[in-house]
C-alpha cells in the first residue's frame, strides 16, 4: 500500500517564511509532492494548512474586493469555461467600455460596503492602444478613493503594463486557468506562454501579480497538482491567488461539466495555502454556489480573501449583507475595518 506520509514536516517547516520578503524566494514544488499533500488523510492536510496559515495571516481577518465587470461580452478567446466569448452563444451580451462616472460610482459604493480592493474586469483578448488612456484614467480616480486597485485586461505588451504602473495600478490578474498538460482542452486562442510572458511584463513593471486558476472543468487530481505547482514556482509567486469553482454556464462547452467534489476544493484551498504560505488565497468565481459550510471549511483552511458585494447597488446589498451575517457567526473581521466603539455605561 502507498504510504501517504511522503511529505516530511521538514518539507512543511521549509515552505514557512523566516523574513518579510520570504515569497520573494519559493522553494521549487514537484507536482508530485503536490499531488501527496492532496492524498493526506483530509483532517491531517486541514490541520497543516491552518499551521501555515496561522504562522502567516490573522486566522480570523478575511480581505474583501469587490469585482466590477467594465466591458463585458463579446471577447474574441474561445475559452470553454467563459461565457464571455463571442464563440459562444451565451445569454451575455456585449458592451461598450464602461464612462468614468459608472466606474467612480461602483468603487464608492464598493468602499462603502467595506471593500479594500476594487477589480475591474474588461472582456478583451488583449486592450487596444486606445483604451488604455480610459482605463488608465480609472486606475488613477479609483486610487484617489483610497481603494487598492486591481485590473483584467487580458494579455499585455510591456510598455502597457508599464503604462498602468505610472498610473498607479496596485495588482493585474492574469490567471493560468489551469496545467500546462489540460490548457489545451480548454483554450486554443492564446498559449500558456502568452500568459506567463504577461505575468513576466506584470512582474517586471513593479505590479503585484494576482494570478490562480479554476478547478472543476474535468481535470483530474494530478493536473489540478500540475495547476499548483505552476503557480507557487513562479518567482516569487502571486501575492494574490483567486481559486476559482467552475460555475457551468449553458451555451460553453463546459455546461455539462459535472461539478466537483467540494471536499476536493477544499483541498486545493489546502494546498495553495502550503505551497505559496504568504499569498492571499481568495474564493472567487463559485462562491455563491457554494454553502455556508463549505465556506467556512475554506476559511478555516487557508482561504483570506472574497471577490464581495459583486452586485453593487445604490441601495442594501443582499450578498454582501449575508456575507457579513456569515463573518458575524464565524467570528471573522474585516480586514482594514476597526472594530465598533463600545459605549461605557
Not at 464612462?99 to 460596503?113: C, G, I, T
Not at 480616480?141 to 498607479?168: H, I, N, Y
Not at 511584463?201 to 500540475?226: F, K, L, P, T
Amino acid at each position: 500500500m502507498t504510504s501517504i506520509t511522503t511529505i516530511p514536516l521538514s518539507t512543511l517547516r521549509s515552505s514557512l517564511p523566516t523574513r518579510p520578503d520570504a515569497a520573494a524566494a519559493p522553494q521549487r514544488w514537484r507536482v508530485a509532492e503536490i499531488e501527496a499533500l492532496y492524498a493526506l488523510p483530509f483532517m491531517d492536510l486541514l490541520f497543516r494548512a491552518q499551521q501555515v496559515h496561522r504562522a502567516n495571516f490573522d486566522a480570523n481577518e478575511v480581505q474583501l474586493s469587490t469585482l466590477l465587470s467594465i466591458k463585458t461580452g463579446g471577447c474574441a478567446e474561445d475559452c470553454g469555461y467563459c461565457p464571455q466569448s463571442s464563440h459562444f452563444e451565451t445569454e451575455v451580451k456585449a458592451s461598450k467600455l464602461m464612462p468614468l462616472d459608472e466606474v467612480m460610482a461602483a468603487a464608492q459604493a464598493a468602499k462603502a460596503q467595506g471593500a479594500t480592493r476594487f477589480c475591474m474586469g474588461a472582456a478583451w483578448s488583449r486592450p487596444k492602444e486606445r483604451d488604455m488612456e480610459r482605463v488608465t484614467e480609472m486606475v488613477t480616480a479609483v486610487r484617489g478613493l483610497g481603494l487598492e486597485t486591481c485590473m483584467t485586461l487580458g494579455m499585455l505588451e510591456a510598455e502597457q503594463a508599464q503604462a498602468l504602473k505610472d498610473a498607479g495600478l496596485d495588482y493585474y490578474n492574469h490567471n493560468l486557468d489551469s496545467s500546462p498538460e489540460f490548457y489545451g482542452s480548454i483554450i486554443s486562442t492564446r498559449t500558456y506562454q502568452d500568459r506567463l510572458d504577461t505575468l513576466g511584463h506584470v512582474r517586471d513593471a513593479g505590479i503585484n501579480v494576482c494570478c490562480g486558476g479554476i478547478v472543476g472543468m474535468g481535470e483530474s487530481r494530478a493536473q489540478r497538482a500540475g495547476l499548483v505547482a505552476q503557480l507557487a514556482n513562479l518567482e516569487p509567486y502571486p501575492e494574490s491567488v483567486p481559486i476559482n469553482n467552475l460555475v457551468a454556464v449553458e451555451g460553453t462547452p463546459l455546461a455539462d461539466t459535472p461539478p466537483l467534489d467540494p471536499f476536493e476544493f477544499v483541498r486545493t484551498i489546502a494546498v495553495a495555502r502550503i505551497t505559496m504560505p504568504r499569498t492571499m488565497v481568495r474564493l472567487s468565481a463559485g462562491r455563491e454556489q457554494m454553502d455556508e459550510a463549505l465556506q467556512a471549511l475554506c476559511f478555516l483552511t487557508g482561504a483570506n480573501s472574497i471577490f464581495y458585494g459583486d452586485r453593487l447597488l445604490t441601495t442594501s446589498n443582499p450578498q454582501a449583507d449575508k456575507d457579513r451575517q456569515l463573518f458575524e457567526r464565524l467570528g471573522l473581521k474585516v480586514q482594514g475595518e476597526r472594530p465598533a466603539a463600545t459605549v461605557q455605561g
